[in-house]
């Protein structure tokens, strides 16, 4: 690479951000930021199964996107061993090797401080954060056989920038369950990348989904003031940032976590 031709040779651009022949599994693809990743990884020429616990639904947004590319739904609850375990066996059973897994399915939970429940903390650990590491390990086998030093397989954690800044909604399982999701990030970076996988996170500012339907009713304006860019995310800046972190122009960002938020988390 030091040599003077390939210092100043073509770097190929169009297939340094080229996604064409891998293949991705999208938790949460059924809607909000999910979807708007699944829809830009299909233009690109990903096979992408997305899943999530609305059989109806998840069917129902693979076929639609199936007209741009090849998408595949696998309905499955992740939040429990069952429900990971048969969307893990599904994924095995048809890939031999994965390219991507985007660990985006999250909910969240509000409560005012001195009424909020134990439940509301294992609801949304359990999927938030376990699913994710569990996901992850089970799938090792699969991103392991598609990854190589020039092009790692890639494992794109789905974090918020309520994990980095304090939130204006009392939301405190789902703000400290993201920071989890950016330190297990970090520390999932450094044991996998001797194995030719990358972990990175993505922390989206707000963007319209059903996660964010009451907040952005209530609030949007305000965010928006707030906001150095004076908008919300739109579809287009989520599926950006996933497809360079999956493409070979992003092969060498490991461990880190990425605000997609207008620059609200720098506020
Ligand atoms: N929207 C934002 O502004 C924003 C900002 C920061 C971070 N995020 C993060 O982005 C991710 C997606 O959020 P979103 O806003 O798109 O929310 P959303 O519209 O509520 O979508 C959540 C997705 O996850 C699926 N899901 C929920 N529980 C599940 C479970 N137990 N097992 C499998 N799938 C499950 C849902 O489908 P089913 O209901 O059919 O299961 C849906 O496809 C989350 O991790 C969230 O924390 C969002």
């Not at 999208?26 to 830009?40: D, E, F, P, Q, Y």
């Not at 696998?74 to 897994?101: M, Q, V």
């Not at 970076?189 to 952005?216: D, H, Q, Y």
């Amino acid at each position: 690479m030091n040599d003077k031709k390939s210092a100043t040779g073509p770097l190929g651009v169009e297939s340094l951000f080229s996604l064409r022949g891998k293949t991705a599994l999208i938790t949460g693809g059924s809607r909000g930021i999910g979807l708007m990743i699944a829809r830009g990884f299909v233009e690109a020429g990903v096979k992408v199964y997305i899943s999530s616990r609305k059989q109806a639904v998840c069917d129902e947004v693979a076929e639609a996107l199936s007209h741009y590319g090849e998408c595949i739904s696998i309905p499955a609850d992740i939040s429990n061993e069952d429900g990971l375990n048969t969307l893990a066996n599904e994924i095995k059973a048809r890939e031999s090797a994965l390219h991507i897994l985007v660990n985006n399915a999250g909910a969240t939970w509000g409560a005012e401080l001195g009424e909020f429940p134990a439940s509301g903390f294992d609801k949304i650990f359990d999927l938030n954060v376990k699913a994710i590491f569990m996901l992850t390990q089970t799938l090792l086998p699969q991103l392991e056989a598609s990854a190589s030093t020039g092009d790692p397989a890639r494992v794109i954690n789905i974090g918020s920038i309520d994990g980095i800044k304090v939130p204006m909604v009392t939301n405190f399982s789902y703000s400290a369950s993201k920071a989890a999701v950016h330190q297990m990030t970090r520390v999932l970076a450094v044991r996998l990348g001797g194995r030719n996988i990358t972990v990175n996170a993505v922390a989206p500012g707000p963007f319209e989904s059903k996660m964010t339907e009451w907040m952005l009713d209530n609030f949007q304006d305000r965010i928006e003031q707030a906001c150095p860019l004076g908008r919300i995310g739109q579809p287009e800046d989520m599926a950006g940032i996933a497809i360079f972190l999956a493409s070979r122009a992003g092969a060498y960002l490991n461990g880190t976590v990425i605000p997609v938020d207008g620059g609200l988390a720098a506020v």
